[in-house]
């Protein structure tokens, strides 16, 4: 296991990535993590990630400076790497000359981290500090024209660091770099597959929940479908999922879900409609955050209230997902900025009754559906689209109402029909509509309008992290913008969503 910590880095979700691709389990953990914590993990390898504070500056943040004597490896990137050099002795300044984007590298040592790695070749900078002076033992292994130690080194220590981010694609040889550290140095096995973390997963789930009941909500999608099979491989009828119609659901969703889920999984499951009990605090409600508390609130009621019927029902399992931990860094106790709250990790009371059980906490969508293809899931369910735990309250952009929610719901299903009919349904990460809570003025049959508009949100992404906006041709946008405003009453424009994430998100709140 290699342990990652989190200095606030954009990129420390990415690093993580890099570390998987390898097949090497990873965690991130924030800074304020215990000592003797990190020494009972036993990591091969420790990562500090870059972050945006000055290391001497009050308040930026630190981890115990032990950490670098426990004879473990440890790489410092950027900021990380200015946290060891100040931890150690050394010397860290604003820079006279920051340096963002491209820089040519210069390699001076070509063993250890730079193993079959080009001695010229191009990184990625993000830094408005350097490196003046290095603690006693440290040698400079890589400079660039802007940055003289732009790498070091301390091997007797096994103590490594890089000004740049070997994490993204726009470093070439990354890659190389970050297998040198976790293979050559660090000694890892490439021995993490999702076959070995299902049969690890099930044991904690058996050691952690014991002969208790777990309740689990159980959406349909992928995530929670994937954690009751999971659950169910470990304790088997003591798990009984529950399926909540919020009054926030696609068109015909319950109905379909229920036959999809009787149909493949042989689990208990207790189907609840607690329409009103949603959308009643929700009317008159628009801020974003207030509507995924509200939601997290009643969510947390109308699960306790079942699990008071079910005699020894303990736990309370949910699909939390690594970029949901991430975003909602709060939660995760490091120094990221909150992007905002998630249903999973957001929304729950601080006096709920039952214990939480996440095992999907740290992997990402994507090792989520090849986890699910791993453990026996169906292939539909493990390919449906991802559908936010606040439903459609977070896609009627402001008050939400019965007839707003209609409005969206039809326009939603008519999208989906004709992206499932061009064959792009697989290819997008995510395809929905959102109303958006503004009117426009348009001409329909020789008179004058004034109705909603809906845009359509289609990208194409990988763990969510990032996504980009989906080049959907232009002819099936025009099919799907001439269904909605021909067939569902209220709407006479739609717009096309060209925004990447960053600097924006997926869904609209």
Not at 7 to 27: D, K, P
């Amino acid at each position: 296991m290699i342990l990652i910590i989190d200095f606030g880095s954009q990129y420390n979700q990415l690093i993580a990535r890099r570390v998987r691709e390898c097949h090497v389990y990873c965690r991130v953990e924030p800074p304020t993590m215990d000592i003797d914590r990190i020494r009972s993990l036993k990591p091969e390898g420790i990562i500090l990630s870059g972050g945006p504070s000055s290391i001497y500056e009050k308040g930026s943040p630190v981890v115990d400076p032990a950490i670098l004597t426990l004879g473990i490896p440890v790489l410092g990137i950027c900021y990380g790497m200015q946290f060891m050099v100040h931890a150690l002795g050394g010397k860290v300044a604003h820079a006279e000359k920051r340096e963002y984007g491209f820089a040519e590298l210069s390699i001076k040592e070509s063993d250890g981290l730079f193993n079959d790695v080009e001695a010229h070749t191009r990184c990625w900078m993000s830094h408005g500090d350097s490196i003046v002076s290095l603690p006693d033992g440290f040698e400079i292994t890589a400079s660039t024209p802007n940055t003289s130690i732009a790498a070091m080194v301390r091997r007797e220590k096994r103590l490594y660091g890089l000004q740049f981010h070997p994490e993204v694609e726009h470093t070439p040889m990354g890659k190389t770099m970050l297998g040198n550290f976790l293979f050559k140095i660090c000694g890892c096995k490439k021995s993490w597959t999702m076959k070995s973390f299902a049969r690890e997963a099930v044991e904690q789930i058996r050691e952690t929940v014991q002969n208790k009941k777990v309740i689990l909500g159980l959406s349909g999608g992928v995530d929670s479908s994937v954690t009751a099979l999971l659950i169910h491989k470990a304790i088997g009828k003591n798990l009984t999922c529950i399926f909540v119609d919020n009054g926030l659901l696609r068109k015909n969703e319950g109905e379909k879900l229920k036959v999809i889920l009787k149909q493949n999984l042989d689990i208990n499951i207790r189907f609840i409609h607690a329409k009103n009990k949603f959308l009643t605090p929700l009317a008159g409600i628009t801020e974003p955050e207030k509507k995924r508390k509200i939601i997290g609130k009643v969510f947390m009621e109308v699960f306790e209230a079942e699990a008071d019927k079910i005699k020894g029902a303990e736990f309370l399992a949910q699909g939390t997902l690594y970029p949901d931990v991430i975003e909602s860094q709060s939660a995760f106790g490091g120094p990221s900025s909150v992007i905002k709250s998630h249903h999973n990790v957001g929304g729950l009371p601080k006096n709920m009754k039952l214990k939480l059980v996440e095992p999907l906490r740290y992997l990402f969508k994507d090792e989520v559906r090849a986890l699910g293809a791993e453990i026996g899931l169906p292939e539909e369910m493990i390919w449906r689209q991802p559908f936010p735990g606040p439903g459609l309250a977070i896609r009627v952009i402001g008050e939400i109402t019965p007839k707003r929610l209609l409005i969206l719901r039809e326009a939603d299903d008519l999208l989906l029909e004709e992206i499932k009919k061009a064959g792009y349904y697989r290819k997008l990460w995510q395809s929905f509509a959102v109303l958006l809570p503004i009117k426009s003025v348009g001409v329909m049959g020789d008179k004058r309008t004034y109705e909603n508009i809906v845009a359509i949100r289609a990208v194409t992404s990988q763990d969510a992290m990032t996504a980009d906006w989906a080049k959907i041709p232009h002819q099936l946008l025009g099919t799907i913008s001439n269904r909605i405003i021909n067939q569902v009453k209220g709407v006479n424009r739609v717009v096309y969503d060209i925004s990447s994430k960053p600097p924006g998100t997926i869904e609209w709140e």
